[in-house]
């Protein structure tokens, strides 16, 4: 049972928060004298009562519960029977004071609240069964079958309540205006699985699984998806041949696997819907409907392909360990959200895009895990894991369909990242005659997902009470699109880069704005066209790259000795004091290269982001 009680500032997008009024101010605004409209911020009015005077809270409770039952109805047949349940019920508050300053604008200085409450319900059974057969000495099966069941409903009810006599009563059903609305989504899985692994001395193993699935999201009558598998693993340190290799490599495991996987769309994604509106014969109000979503009648689940092969080695009588991965993933029939134009006739956004299944997409790449031993004494250790990764990810087609938009930035471009960032590309600069040109189509300008990746973690323990440990990780290769400084600089010009003329060398000023010689052309395409800053985008495509000291942290656990007075009631106790996001090295000019305004896979947009907060926690662990 977890109960949760967040509140926050607004901020992201928005002037009423303390990140966008204060970034999207200016100082040549800044004043003192009473009564002033801007006082150094966007907006007016935006004073310190205003802004603190928001009322954001969120309060969320959950409960988590399984039940587990095993029946073994002979010493070779095992089964197992799951429940499950994950209940989360959360409310959210978005209030605002009646004033009569106008802080905020409009109806809202009478006062609002807003009530979001919404129930997130899932259950679960699952069944396994397992048969273990011996034959012989030297070979063995296993062979595995079970069922899986998943029913997930979501429910948003929401309230609006405009317009308060007195802020002491301003429940939403105290208002002159209200306002509310719901929705209700359910959906069902369906799995069957089986596995057989037969296993050889113990050191040579083969598996073969099959796993079927439906899923309501497709209705009732979409055929289920048959998802195999094949893989094995072999022992080869434990094999005669190898003993002469034994004082280089203590162990060696080899494996691979071959597989395929499935995901399904949200519910009702593949159905064409509509959306209640009013209409009116006269004065007399009338229930009618817009068109929704167009849905996707052909709408196929997407099914990937993987391969994957790598080792598991021990050396120094096992005090360096390393694991070696390669895996290979080709996606068929990726799920995406393809933007519609508006002459269709639906709503504009996202809500209206609907999900089409687009050609291939192949993610590949090397994952490597060093585990060392350092220090080994009777009163100290000092252990060390380092972890690296690389990641190849390119869209090899896009299944007859024409290039279209992806997250906020991103496009489909075949042979790019998925969502790589496009602009119109920066050709040439001259600074004497003011003139950028720039290409006449969108190009690739950098990667959406980092290709290299690594962690470093160092772990001291001392006199086996104390326990010291420090979390390095770092990313590379990737842009953030930094829309906060271009929404600054060429939107609302309020930052000093655009209003000091001495900020920026020439150069440098040209490629970010062009030429701002009132009648010219802010950039001028290959063939003479004229162009904007808009589609000129790649000064605020920045390197996200980093290296961030992500933790440290210290444990003391009680010895045995301190405990005693405690009785047999407490058996351990440990505290730990842990410091996170502690320290950032990179070239980004944004506050977090991590920051993502977007709730969208295919973005990384940093706009007004509240920067990830520096965090203490202090932890203390009993055992009875």
Sequence with gaps: LTQSDARLPDNDNNTIGWMGGALLGSPTTRTTLPGAQYDGWYGFNRHYNAINSVDHDLLSHRVITSLTANYLPAPWFSNRFTLGMDFLQSQRTSAFLKNDSTWYGGLTDGGQNAQLET???????????????????????????????????????????????????????????????GTFTEQRQFGYLGQLQIGNENKRFLQLGLRIDK?????????????????????????????????????????????????????????????????????????GAIPGNPGNANLKPEKGVEFE??????????????????????????????????????????????????GSVVNSGIELALNIAAVDQRNIRWDIRAGINTLHNELTSLGGLAPFALGADGRTLVGQQLGVYVSKKIQSIDVAKKLVIVADSLTPIGNLFPTLEWNLTNTITVAKNWRFSALLDAKKNFLVDNNTAYFRETQLVRSNLRLDTLALSPYERLRRFGDLTPGHYAFTTITGKQETVSNVYEAYFEPGDFVKLRELSATYTLPGSLLHGFGQTVQSASVTLAMQNIKIWTKYSGADPELNAQADAFSRQDFLTLPNAQKTVLRVNLTF
Excluded: C, H
Excluded at 237 to 249: G, I, L, N, Q
Excluded at 335 to 340: T, V
């Design 309 to 358: 092969a790598g080792l598991d080695a021990g050396f120094f009588k096992n005090r360096v360990s390393a694991e070696l991965t390669y895996f290979n993933k080709v996606t068929n029939d990726l799920i995406l959200a393809k933007p519609i134009p508006p002459s269709l006739g639906y709503s504009l956004g996202a809500p209206s895009n609907p999900l089409v299944n687009i």
């Design 215 to 287: 899923n309501s999201s497709f209705g009732a009558q979409a055929p289920a998806f048959v998802l195999p598998k094949v893989g094995g693993s072999w022992a080869i340190s434990e094999e005669k041949f190898f003993d002469k290799f034994a004082k280089y490599v203590n162990t060696l495991r080899l494996r691979a696997a071959w597989g395929t996987t499935g995901r399904s769309p949200t519910p009702g994604a593949a159905l064409a819907t509509l959306s209640a509106a009013p209409y009116y014969i006269g004065t007399t109000e009338n229930a």
């Design 119 to 181: 129930t997130a319900e899932r259950y679960t059974f699952d069944y396994l069964g397992n048969m273990r057969k011996e034959w012989g000495s030297s070979w063995e099966t296993n062979l595995s079958f079970g069922l899986q069941v998943i029913s997930t409903r979501t429910t948003n009810l929401n309230a609006t309540g405009i317009g308060f006599v007195t802020n002491a009563n301003n429940s939403v059903t105290s208002a002159s205006t209200i306002t509310g609305g």
